[in-house]
């Protein structure tokens, strides 16, 4: 089964992402900030990594620049959600490594439709 | 708004209805975290981390409130959000008018997610917010003078529309993604699109998601020349307004080229892959693929921000709705009471003969009583959970008034039962506005009698033993003795100048005696201090004052930790035994022969010093026989409650103890002159007294 990591600040976010993900058949675990995810991901791998942007103590940026440097997680498809759909915002994205970005809001069924196209 | 709609047969299959719970309890805490921060900004040194703070406040509930369909709290967060946004990017300087503004937008949003969760009420109208938020965000910013160049009046129409209009096509013509819902019946929908065919011009519709989505809400593709205003107000014919949202058509996501893990197609839908980004799906030039981007960066390196105590709080909470506490309590409330059943029966054995059982029971004992005050402390709340809604109080009556007024906390972090902090803040708010209104004096006055021009109202709150001291003290001008005096008299209150300091401010503990007449000369509401110490008394709690005249004054409250133990003295009336609530109790005596009169036909008084007060007899309230030696004789108890004294005729005190709460009405039926039971060490039955009630009695 693949094993996503869910990251949000957002106690409400995070719990219909991992209800989502979980009832489409993937394993969840949540992280509340990009510091929290960063300790989960040093325990373990995973599949694939969502996370949001704007966090406190460690943001979806800096968590993506960090899991790149792991070479666990190298070619991890690693998606960021954001509020902020502007262009500077996919810049920092990409300069970081990550691997897309899904605009919030989205709903549960594009959810799974993005990540159905990484993950198989 | 919160009816539950049947989920649809989308791909997810999820019902959105079930997050909204904790999202309105997410949302709560983020707007009191944004107000707390907003108040303790300071302008000319706001910090980066700060104005993050805040700017992620808004983003967070505007993330939640978009995602569970709430268009008027995303509409308005969203403004907060754009002017937050170029306060943290030092776009532009703080201002106090910003500051004002954001709060009142803060408690807009709270009246509209009180209306999403059933509170009722009318469409919060936030228009006029919307606007002045926009002209601030727009005002500074000197690079977007030419892209604002409307006036405030159309920013305030433009704006209305939420998020911001998308941009119009080279022909005028716009791609548009209609969002409608939650709606009772989302068929409701589908009459927008009947309507939109009827006229012409207007453009084109069709559904999105095959006109069904998995969280109830209905999505239209429109194409159109139309303003966003004119299309709202044509779909508000049959849809409120509320559950319209028009933005522009996004798919909301997308691939970086060439990222690991991204897809072949490169769809603009709202989200995307970065083609050499590690993770994406394809194919993307094998040899660069997975070495070339993660090169990159770690030429950087990682930018975290300081660490924030917000974060990790989260993680090891729980959260438990407050009945299943309380059942935890009642539990253990039982326990308590079997445990003192058995203590008692052991007494009669031979402790040599049982040694082993009664090692055993003194473990009970000792585990017991540890487990009821863990229990306890499930339902223990810091009293900053009152506090925190006395800055902004404050503020803005100072504003009001106009006066300098600062406010110092102390002891924030003292814990209180949640019942008991719930009831506490009513009387608490009414010291702290009283203390504002008619203890600071005005800027003028204070540099006048040499006190610095603010005025200092100190909120302050301890543990002392088993109860809790909250403490309201201002440096205003305090109390006045003849002021009082005369005051008191002129009421036909008794008041000769022989009474001590404590004994005239307690004067204001009078029934309608308005605080607002002696203090002060501002009129305005002389908050009753008598309802004050009544609210308190309920709760078994007590007031005092002191005060100096010319230097402030200071009323102390001090409350049991909590309502479901209490301190009890336990009396014998016959061979019943009740309970009197220790707080109440002010003195007890033998009764002497001669001391009881009767005046009238049946009312009896007995003499205390200078003063008469009525007796109770339980044996007549509660119809027990007293027992026949002590008759004529037995102990009179005085009790105090909502300002008088009555004397109690009991046949004797059976001493002090902490009974366990028990309510009545929940487990029997309302008893008259009766607040509750308790179940002694011997498996009796006391009944709790109701102070109030009994003096209340002796007036008829």
Not at chain 2, 335 to 356: C, E, F, G, P, W
Not at chain 2, 521 to 546: C, F, P, T, W, Y
Request: aromatic fraction near 4%; proline fraction near 5%; charge should be negative.
């Amino acid at each position: 089964m693949h094993s996503i990591l869910a990251v949000d600040d957002s106690a409400s976010m995070r719990q219909m992402v991992s209800f989502t993900l979980k009832n489409a058949g993937f394993t969840v675990v949540e992280a509340v900030d990009g510091q929290d995810a960063w300790e989960k991901a040093s325990t373990r791998d995973f599949n694939l990594v969502l996370t949001d942007q704007n966090m406190p103590r460690m943001d979806g940026i800096s968590l993506t620049k960090k899991l790149r440097e792991n070479a666990r997680f190298k070619t991890t498809p690693i998606l960021i959600l954001t509020t902020e759909s502007s262009d500077e915002m996919k810049q920092k994205g990409r300069a970081a490594g990550a691997t897309g970005w899904l605009v919030k809001p989205f709903d549960p069924t594009k959810l799974i439709e993005v990540i159905g196209k990484v993950i198989r | 708004m919160a009816d539950t709609h049947s989920p649809g047969p989308g791909a997810a299959g999820i019902d959105l209805t079930q997050f909204y719970q904790v999202f309105f309890e997410e949302a709560g805490e983020n707007l009191a975290t944004m107000e707390q921060m907003l108040l303790g900004l300071d302008l000319t040194h706001a910090g980066d981390e700060e104005l993050n703070a805040i700017f992620r406040c808004a983003h967070s509930v505007k993330g939640g409130a978009a995602t569970f369909g709430f268009a008027d709290v995303a509409e308005l967060t969203h403004q907060m959000e754009t002017l937050l946004d170029k306060l943290r990017r030092h776009e532009l300087e703080p201002q106090t008018r910003m500051v004002d503004v954001l709060l009142a937008a803060g408690d807009a949003l709270k009246a509209q997610l009180a209306r999403h969760q059933g509170a009722g009420g009318d469409a919060v109208d936030t228009r006029a917010l919307i606007a002045d938020i926009a002209q601030l965000a727009a005002g500074g910013a000197p690079s977007a003078a030419g892209a604002a160049a409307t006036g405030p009046a159309s920013l305030a129409s433009s704006t209305a529309a939420a998020p911001p209009a998308a941009p119009p096509a080279a022909s005028g013509e716009r791609l548009l993604e209609l969002t409608v819902g939650p709606l009772p019946d989302p068929a409701t929908a589908d009459n927008l699109l009947d309507l939109f065919k009827e006229i012409a011009e207007l453009g084109t519709m069709e559904p999105l998601d095959a006109g069904q989505s998995a969280d109830g809400m209905r999505r239209f593709k429109v194409v159109t020349r139309s303003s966003d205003n004119d299309l709202l107000d044509l779909f508000t014919f049959h849809v409120p307004r509320e559950a319209l949202k028009l933005g522009p058509l996004t798919p909301g996501y997308g691939f970086h080229r060439n990222a690991p893990g991204a897809p072949k197609e490169q769809a603009d839908q709202g989200y995307g892959f970065f083609s050499d980004a590690p993770g994406a799906p394809i194919a993307a030039a094998a040899a660069s693929a997975a070495g070339q981007a993660p090169a990159r960066s770690e030429a950087r390196a990682p930018v975290s921000k300081p660490a924030e105590r917000a974060g990790t709080l989260e993680s090891s909470t729980l959260r438990v709705s407050v009945d299943k506490v309380d059942q935890l309590i009642n539990l253990v409330g039982e326990l308590v009471i079997t445990q003192a059943v058995l203590a008692q029966t052991s007494l009669q054995l031979d402790a040599n003969q049982h040694q082993q059982l009664t090692a055993g029971l003194a473990d009970l004992q000792r585990n017991t009583r540890d487990l009821q005050e863990a229990v306890m402390s499930i339902r223990m709340i810091p009293m900053s959970v009152v506090f925190s809604r006395y800055p902004r109080m404050l503020r803005d009556l100072a504003a009001k008034l106009g006066k300098k007024v600062e406010l110092v906390m102390q002891g924030e972090a003292t814990e209180l039962d949640k019942g008991l902090v719930e009831k506490i803040t009513d009387p608490l708010t009414h010291l702290v506005r009283n203390s504002c209104d008619h203890g600071i004096e005005s800027p003028e006055e204070r540099i006048a009698q040499r006190k610095s021009a603010h005025g200092t109202i100190t909120l302050a709150a301890s543990h002392q033993g088993g109860s809790i001291l909250i403490e309201v003290r201002d440096d205003g001008r305090g109390l006045s003795r003849a002021k009082l005096l005369a005051k008191a008299r002129e009421r036909g209150i008794d008041a000769p100048d022989t009474l001590s300091d404590a004994e005239v401010w307690a004067l204001i503990f009078a029934p309608g005696f308005s605080t607002a007449d002696v203090v002060t000369d501002v009129s305005g509401r002389g908050v009753g201090m008598d309802v004050v110490k009544q609210n308190i008394a309920s709760l078994n709690g007590s007031v005092e004052i002191d005060s100096a005249e010319g230097y402030g004054m200071s009323v102390k409250v001090r409350l049991p930790l909590t309502l479901a133990i209490m301190d009890g003295m336990s009396i014998g009336v016959g061979d019943e035994c009740y309970i009197l609530p220790l707080s109440s109790v002010v003195e007890s005596f033998q009764v002497e022969p001669g001391m009881i009169r009767t005046i009238g036909s049946a009312n009896r008084v007995v003499q205390v010093r200078e003063e008469y007060m009525p007796v109770i007899d339980l044996e007549g309230v509660f119809t027990v026989p007293r027992s026949e030696a002590q008759d004529g004789n037995g102990i009179m108890v005085i009790v105090e409650a909502e300002g008088a004294r009555v004397a109690v005729l009991v046949d004797e005190l059976l001493g002090q103890q902490q009974v366990v709460v028990k309510n009545l009405e929940s487990n029997y039926r309302k008893v008259a002159n009766v607040s509750g039971a308790t179940i002694m060490g011997d498996g009796r039955v006391a009944l709790i007294l109701d102070v109030g009630a009994l003096v209340r009695l002796s007036r008829h």
